[in-house]
């Protein structure tokens, strides 16, 4: 390992991305500061309860709900080199669970002296040698601060800004509006009608937990192949929403329902408010460029976004993006010129669309996973092992597909390429 000393580094957030960037950072001996926003660590993961004095989706940080279980196992959920323990043998676990891990990962590193809980960052300039400006507000004392950082790792998070389609007669709707991102607990729709716009994880789960107390839900989507949701006796599924109404909506075969709420699982923005416009990041239909193999920004490359991939597993992706963008900053290797990151990220998107993707699918991963953590273990020494990837394949697409069934079974770890699937007890 390579001793960093003298190099700073700023790492903005405490969640899953966060901890593996001050973790990964201290063993590279630099001096490393995370700042948190949020009283605790966990990110996302940390429920929270709705405030009645909350006017803005973008207030809310976390989009956690209760009964909420992973769509994918523990098994998978780990980082690179700190696994689930054994002792927790449900493999689909809920919220909380996932909070102690990453308690116990803090721990296991002693990586909470190095926290500054409930210091928000506010902007972030670069300097013209190289360093990088951050201003801190500390909600403590209500004073901001100013310090300077040789790189920064900006792991903030991508699920508080609600992305909301464009449809029709959105204005007309007189009845409820929200998106997935407020959605706590099932008992608020209680013998209403209800349509959810969305067949995604969150869509599909949000009406398998409303389908227990709604009279009706419309589940509207474009999937090519319809889900399975008939043990959820209440569920209708739709097509897209043609425009809406005062009391519903049409949909695009012709089809008229009524309801008195919509819900929107229709995804997240990526959001930098922070960042100073000469940080050279700006965000266009969702891609946010421009970016070295995803992380690592072109203009100013001491400057690293963990985990803007999607359909991915997140914790390992984190971990290789952090461990990747550190070889660059304590200059073991050597970056390619700005031209040649500038062109692989042309060939990047030129493959992507001959693939049938758009501009909005610039971070999508799924399958193409795999050969990405490839490309980063390349650099960074670590790689997703083959197991792991395994069990994400025997997982692939059943949280929508096999929604019933899919948690009723324990994985179990053999080796770094075996694993044993049994009904859970």
């Given amino acids: 390992m390579t001793n960093g000393t003298g190099i700073s580094v700023c790492v903005i ?176 729709f209680k013998g209403e009608n209800v349509l959810i716009i969305g067949a995604g994880p969150s869509g599909m789960d949000l009406a398998n937990h409303i389908s227990k107390t709604a009279n009706r839900i419309f589940l509207s989507h474009h999937l090519k ?44 923005q990526y959001s930098f408010p922070f960042l100073s416009v000469d940080c050279g990041i700006y965000v266009t239909n969702n891609h946010v460029q421009p970016l070295y193999k995803h992380c690592i920004n072109i203009q100013h490359p001491t400057m690293a976004i963990i985990g803007i991939p999607y359909l991915v597993l997140p914790t390992q992706c984190f971990d290789l993006q952090v ?32 693939r049938g993707l758009s501009e909005r699918d610039a971070h999508q991963m799924g399958e193409k996973q795999f050969d990405y953590y490839k490309e980063l273990a390349a650099v960074a020494g670590h790689n997703v092992k083959p197991v792991i990837a395994k069990i994400m394949k025997d997982c692939s697409k059943k949280y929508i597909y096999e929604l019933e069934t899919y948690r009723e079974y324990q994985f179990t770890i053999v080796d770094d390429e075996y694993f044993v699937k049994v009904p859970s007890k």
């Fill in 323 to 354: 461990r990747f963008a550190l070889k660059y900053f304590v200059n073991e290797e050597e970056l390619p010129s700005t031209e040649e990151m500038m062109e692989e990220l042309r060939r990047d998107m030129k493959e992507r669309k001959e």
């Fill in 13 to 188: 957030g405490a969640g899953t991305a966060g901890l593996t960037a001050l973790k990964n950072s201290l063993e590279h001996q630099l001096n490393v500061v995370c700042y948190e926003q949020g009283k605790v660590l966990g990110g996302t993961w940390v429920y929270e309860d709705l405030s009645p004095n909350i006017r803005d989706d973008d207030e809310i940080h976390s989009s956690m709900y209760q009964g909420l279980r992973t769509n994918l196992p523990k098994e998978v959920m780990g980082y690179l080199d700190f696994p689930y323990p054994q002792s927790m043998q449900e493999s689909f676990v809920g919220s909380q669970v996932v909070l102690d891990f990453l308690n116990l990962y803090a721990d296991h590193y002693n990586l909470k002296r190095h926290i500054k809980f409930q210091h928000e960052v506010v902007r972030v300039k670069p300097r013209c040698n190289n360093q990088w400006e951050v201003h801190v507000l500390d909600h403590c004392t209500d004073k901001c601060f100013v310090t300077v950082f040789d790189r920064i790792f900006i792991c903030n998070g991508h699920y508080t800004k609600p992305q909301y389609p464009r449809i029709d007669g959105m204005e007309l709707f007189q009845g409820c509006k929200m998106h997935s991102h407020i959605y706590r607990e099932p008992q608020k």
């Fill in 225 to 268: 192949e319809a889900p399975d949701t008939d043990f959820m006796g209440t569920v209708t599924q739709k097509p897209d929403v043609k425009r809406f109404t005062r009391t519903g909506a049409i949909f695009k075969d012709g089809t008229e329902e009524e309801f008195s709420c919509v819900i929107f699982c229709t995804g997240y």
